[in-house]
């Protein structure tokens, strides 16, 4: 268990950077009038996260350790929002519909509302 703690530590400091270094990119070229990092660094993880996934569900026999330190680490350490997609994507799979609404609109909504009442109170503290 703790082999699996330190592969997430490890995978998450990966990602983490890995985010940090491609949204430092992304505004070099872009303005920042506009979250244009945040939505490259998300997009890009939605698709490795699906292509990892492909890669290890249909194609290799994967190690639950490898999938730790890739999905859950590097990938969570970039973007949570890939394994949102991918949770989202695995309901609609499984013809889930009203499940997979009730989880986007509940992220969505719920995050920014979140947000909105963070700054609010942080703002009276």
Same mark, same amino acid.
């Given at each position: 268990?703790?082999?699996?703690?330190?592969?997430?530590?490890?995978?998450?400091?990966?990602?983490?950077?890995?985010?940090?270094?491609?949204?430092?990119?992304?505004?070099?070229?872009?303005?920042?009038?506009?979250?244009? +990092?945040? !939505?490259?660094?998300?997009? *890009?993880?939605?698709?490795?996260?699906?292509?990892?996934? @492909? =890669? #290890?569900?249909?194609?290799?026999?994967?190690?639950?350790?490898?999938?730790?330190?890739?999905?859950? +680490?590097? !990938?969570?350490?970039?973007? *949570?929002?890939?394994?949102?997609?991918?949770?989202?994507? @695995? =309901? #609609?799979?499984?013809?889930?519909?009203?499940?997979?609404?009730?989880?986007?609109?509940?992220?969505?909504?719920?995050?920014?509302?979140?947000?909105?009442?963070?700054?609010?109170?942080?703002?009276?503290?």
């Amino acid at each position: 268990m703790l082999k699996h703690y330190l592969l997430v530590f490890a995978g998450g400091g990966i990602g983490a950077s890995a985010r940090y270094w491609l949204s430092g990119i992304v505004y070099r070229f872009l303005p920042a009038s506009f979250p244009y +990092g945040n !939505l490259i660094v998300n997009i *890009t993880g939605c698709f490795a996260i699906g292509f990892i996934t @492909a =890669l #290890l569900d249909e194609r290799y026999v994967s190690e639950p350790a490898l999938r730790i330190f890739l999905m859950v +680490g590097i !990938l969570g350490g970039f973007t *949570t929002f890939s394994s949102f997609s991918y949770e989202t994507a @695995a =309901l #609609l799979r499984d013809a889930e519909i009203l499940l997979a609404s009730i989880n986007i609109a509940a992220s969505v909504f719920g995050c920014l509302a979140a947000t909105f009442i963070g700054i609010l109170i942080g703002r009276l503290v």
